[in-house]
């Protein structure tokens, strides 16, 4: 099916109702309307393309049957059962790579489409400003990928975020670190190479700071401007100071380039992090995955454990889309289940009645797909039990590899790159 401006799961549908301040819900649905705001050209369009095939996925084992995979919420039956059975309808929109364009799909899916939720919106730029928009419309936001740690810091109502944070992440990356430097590889000079976006300059400063809080400040800061067409100047930078262990906060068009431009330089850290995002998107593994082997990468999601929920639900992707299911796609598909979730607990498509379920949210791993101690929002809007290891790239897969108690494969080290 061609990316469109904006494209609505074929499902059966319910006349658009009228609003009264975007707030009044319809009655009785047949059909809920949820927005969808992901990047489906550009740049990210290979993340946020990975994203609705996930979504997609997900509606249709809501829409459907599937008691195989309880204890999963809205599993074992058809639709949302406090609601009749009613289907989930999704209207995804593109936010492209900006920000305003966001904004705008933001206020069309609330007082065009009449959605009764949105989810989304991939980068934190665009997340960002869509939220803003659901906020003023007093509309339940659900984000299950965006990192930056301002997204939760705004004093929202309506704004709940699934992931893991920037705090969560650089934890999880010194840890790791502390524990590799334990058997005797060196850690002493870490550096941070991150682009200028919301993400990336978030995402950097809060490593930065957990550092500076432990006595181990980050040595080299390294930016670059985001989708930019040349990282020469910066890897003969990091090729010259030589870090122990690099850090690279990219989306997939950036991170593909510093491989490429890493092959050309002859240039291999000892160690290589990917702070997911572009490093977990398909389109990475298959544009450079034989440059680079050994990569590090943060996940929530591991699906090698047979019988698991993420093993199901795998193996359902990979039927479906022909790859694997990458921590991006799940962190998304996620976010979409604990909103539909809310929704069926709800009993109604009003929005201050599903804001409410989200606050009460209490879902524990029995019940997730994602490697998540559960989820569980505090005050500010931010799953609190949102949790994340390490994976590497072997071949076409990333496997875990640390904390040893939940690997499923042995940590290998220097990074190998290329042959």
Known sequence: MPVTRRTVLALPVLAAPAILGAREAFAAPSAVKIGAVYPLTGPMASAGDSSRAGIELLIDLINTPHPELAPIPLMAEAGLPRLGGAKVEIVYTDGQNSPAVAQSDALRLITQDHVVALNGAYQSGNTLTASAVAERYGIPFVNGESVAANLTERGYKWFFRTTPIGPDIAALYLDFLASVGKTGVKVAKVAVVHDTSE???SVANTIKQVAASRQTPIAMDVSYTVSTSDVSAQVLKLKQAAPDAVIFISYTSDAILYMKTMQA??????????????????SFIKAVGNLSQGVLDRSAFDGSKPGSNAAKIDALYRKKTGRALDDTTG??????????????RAGSTEPEKIRAALSATNLTPAQLFMGYKGVKFDAKGQNVLASALMVQLDGTD??????AAQAAAK??????GWS
């Open 265 to 282: 330089q002859g240039y291999k850290p000892p160690i290589l992090i990917g702070d997911d995002s572009g490093f977990s998107d398909p």
């Open 398 to 403: 990333y496997r875990s590899v640390w904390p």
């Open 199 to 201: 993400y990336g300059v």
């Open 331 to 344: 962190r998304s598909m996620t976010g979409m289940l604990v909103l539909c979730d809310a929704i069926d």
């Open 411 to 416: 940590l290998v080290l220097p990074f190998k």
